[in-house]
């Protein structure tokens, strides 16, 4: 049974941090390419960063440059840094394995993120 557990969600003031955290299970971690995503109300999902297996990394435009993307393989384990938050970043965010060769996406349950000005 895969599953996709995020963490590190909250209330922070604008121009603050937090770290979020997306732990994995029951697949080979670093056979996929991990993605943050983010869904605020009303709007359609959309994808933040993503990880490839081998470390390569990119960003959507709006968040480059403010949040960093990483992954540890030891720990099955995908991490989104956000800096300097604004509040059009309040959204849910979402973890997603993604194994191009078998066409395999899992999603995990989303954790909330709000940004106070």
């Known amino acids: 049974q895969v599953q996709l557990v995020e963490s590190g969600g909250g209330l922070v003031q604008a121009g603050g941090s937090l770290r979020l955290s997306c732990a994995a299970s029951g697949i080979t971690f670093n056979w996929y390419t991990m993605g943050w995503y983010r869904q605020a109300p009303g709007k359609q999902r959309e994808l933040v960063a993503r990880?490839?297996?081998?470390?390569?990394?990119y960003y959507a435009d709006s968040v480059k440059g403010r949040f960093a993307i990483s992954r540890d393989n030891a720990k099955n384990s995908v991490y989104l840094q956000v800096d300097s938050l604004k509040p059009e970043d309040t959204a849910v965010y979402y973890c997603?394995?993604?194994?191009?060769?078998?066409?395999?996406?899992?999603w995990g349950q989303g954790t909330q993120v709000t940004v106070s000005s």
């Open positions: 990880i490839a297996s081998g470390g390569s990394t």
């Open positions: 997603r394995a993604y194994r191009s060769s078998t066409a395999s996406v899992y």
